[in-house]
């Protein structure tokens, strides 16, 4: 894609509004160095030099889709706690509507904190309740979704499944069958350990291991080129009988990505990273960036080679972090 085509298609950003409806963390970092082991342990020694917290989870997909220049509607559940204070605090400075995120004293806000030394990540300690919400806190982000919907106030959809207690297949479902009335795009980042089977979907984003555990197939490393990769097709094709998305967008790690829909060629886009540091938050920048860029008018084939450009950018970057709408427009122009 020419610089120009995407500076086009980026410009539209500005006027899409995304729901993201998903499992809200807070990102916490400690950093520091290491330069002995702990006598009590074989275990190394982490002087702390500073702490940093950021939007994770279904939160960091909003972000990603803020930073990009697009306006995000919250969808989502944190405590009555310090955490979650700190993400309502975090969404401000974001721009990030908050309004229909629910707060449930009964649960503690996801918090997932890592011990990074340089720019190495030597442990994650995660605090969270991963039980179901009560049924009533899902009615009410289904009945304000679908008024939002019906309304026509949002371009898209983004479910974020992190498996902590909150989305669920009827309820999905009812709201892609009244974005699907509208048409509005829906995009379903899934969790292999909590399949749900909703129909409908414009595009759906595992990763390759997730693909295979949720076709149910043995994932062999076969070290063969993705055009050639036959388990790779048949675990696409499965999935796009199963679930029936528009667009199954699997990303493949250091092979970039691949693009699959019924009756269709495989479309293959090449990784675009140039050093791989950290890999926290990658997938949250592609859904992002793909349904975006697809409800700015883009192709498929444009979308999915805009997430990868995103994809390379924040793998580059160490900790969860975002793309801008200049850092991805520049990506395009070392290619001119």
């Known amino acids: 894609m020419k610089t120009q085509r995407l500076k086009t298609i980026v410009s539209r950003f500005a006027d899409k509004k995304i729901a993201v409806v998903g499992d809200l963390m807070l990102d916490v970092y400690v950093w520091g160095k290491a330069s002995r082991i702990s006598p009590e342990a074989p275990v190394p020694v982490v002087q702390v030099s500073r702490k940093s917290c950021c939007l994770g989870g279904?939160?960091?997909?909003?972000?990603?889709?803020?930073?990009?220049?697009?306006?995000?509607?919250?969808?989502?559940?944190?405590?009555?706690?310090?955490?979650?204070?700190?993400?309502?605090?975090?969404?401000?400075?974001?721009?990030?509507?908050?309004d229909t995120v629910q707060v449930d004293s009964s649960r503690r806000t996801t918090q997932k904190q890592r011990v990074i030394a340089g720019a190495q990540q030597l442990l994650r300690v995660d605090y969270e309740d991963t039980e179901a919400v009560p049924a009533e806190c899902r009615e009410l982000i289904v009945s304000q979704l679908v008024k939002l919907i019906d309304r026509g106030e949002i371009d898209a959809v983004i479910f974020e499944d992190y498996g902590k207690g909150l989305l669920e297949e009827s309820m999905l479902q009812r709201i892609v069958d009244a974005a699907c009335r509208k048409n509005i795009i829906t995009a379903l980042d899934p969790k292999p350990g909590h399949l749900m089977r909703v129909k409908g979907l414009t595009v759906m984003k595992p990763n390759r291991t997730e693909a295979f555990a949720m076709?149910?197939?043995?994932?062999?490393?076969?070290?063969?080129?993705?055009?050639?990769?036959?388990?790779?097709?048949?675990?696409?094709?499965?999935?796009?009988?199963?679930?029936?998305?528009?667009?199954?967008?699997?990303?493949?790690?250091?092979?970039?990505?691949?693009?699959?829909?019924?009756?269709?060629?495989?479309?293959?886009?090449?990784?675009?990273?140039?050093?791989?540091?950290?890999?926290?938050?990658?997938?949250d920048t592609v859904i992002a960036a793909f349904t975006l860029a697809m409800t700015a008018g883009a192709t498929p084939e444009e979308a999915a080679e805009i997430a990868n450009h995103a994809a390379g950018i924040v793998v580059g970057k160490v900790g969860t972090v975002t793309v801008s709408a200049d850092e991805l427009i520049k990506s395009f122009d070392l290619e001119d």
């Open 58 to 98: 279904a939160a960091n997909v909003m972000r990603n889709a803020v930073t990009l220049g697009g306006s995000v509607k919250a969808f989502g559940i944190i405590g009555n706690d310090e955490d979650g204070r700190e993400i309502k605090t975090l969404f401000s400075e974001y721009g990030i509507i908050p």
């Open 215 to 283: 076709a149910g197939v043995f994932q062999k490393d076969s070290g063969v080129a993705v055009a050639d990769d036959h388990d790779l097709k048949l675990v696409a094709e499965k999935l796009l009988e199963e679930w029936k998305p528009e667009h199954l967008l699997i990303s493949l790690a250091a092979q970039g990505m691949a693009l699959f829909r019924k009756n269709a060629e495989i479309v293959i886009i090449p990784t675009r990273a140039r050093e791989v540091y950290d890999v926290s938050g990658a997938g």
